[in-house]
């Protein structure tokens, strides 16, 4: 049974620039979860989608963004990247029927320089 | 807000002692998870904690669950090299909300 995908792995961009992340959760996971995290801050959530609709949002600015499409995967986006962007991003799926277990991704691991 | 609080956040061991990381949060809550991550790697689910006096057991970890308390542990026996890690506690936000509100992460380092 293959496991939640992310790419890129990683991933190196210029301030001001923007980028997509995207997430393929496990098969018949329809909620899809992202984390940034980073040395200072720790794990931090930042959306979750169920159904193609964002249910929750964490305390980002409105630089970050996302959406999923109907075959459950995801994408974030960062727009005019800054230096504390630099982060791991998580992905995470979790079991249908309810919020039992969730299964994190690799990650992408983002620098911005 | 919800918060999340882990201790120690650093843990030096030797092999074959016995340890226990304390996982407490700040509001009504009976979802904790334990996940652990090893260096530029993912976060790997250990244990899922649902109800209040859950305990469960994998190798040499064993976690339980107070919901009363707000507290979780994590208890570490005869650690091995091999689990040295960083261990997170998690909790859900709860109301079907699906978000996870992490501790800090406790980083054990066992040493032979």
């Known amino acids: 049974k293959a496991g939640v995908t992310q790419t890129p792995r990683y991933l190196i961009k210029t301030r001001g620039q923007q980028v997509t992340l995207s997430c393929s959760p496990i098969?018949?996971?329809?909620?899809v979860s992202w984390y940034q995290q980073t040395p200072g801050q720790g794990l931090q959530f930042l959306f979750e989608y169920f159904s193609e609709t964002q249910r929750n949002k964490g305390n980002f600015p409105g630089r970050f963004s996302g959406r999923q499409f109907s075959n459950s995967r995801s994408e974030m986006n960062v727009s005019t990247l800054e230096l504390g962007d630099s982060a791991l991003y998580l992905c995470a799926s979790t079991t249908p029927g309810g919020f039992t277990e969730a299964f994190f991704g690799q990650g992408t691991r983002l620098t911005v320089v | 807000e919800l918060k999340v609080e882990q201790n120690p956040l650093f843990l030096s061991m030797q092999e074959g002692k016995n340890y226990t990381i304390y996982c407490n949060y700040s509001?009504?809550?009976?979802?904790l998870y334990w996940y652990r991550q090893d260096p530029g790697k993912s976060l790997e689910s250990l244990f899922v904690?649902?109800?209040?006096?859950a305990v469960k057991q994998e190798g040499r970890l064993m976690a339980s669950l107070d919901t009363k308390a707000r507290l979780s542990t994590l208890h570490i026996t005869a650690a091995v090299h091999d689990l040295s890690a960083t261990y997170f506690c998690a909790v859900d936000s709860g109301a079907g909300s699906y978000q996870l509100t992490f501790g800090k992460g406790t980083k054990l380092s066992v040493i032979p």
């Open positions: 098969s018949g996971h329809r909620s």
């Open positions: 904690l649902l109800s209040n006096g």
């Open positions: 509001t009504t809550s009976d979802r």
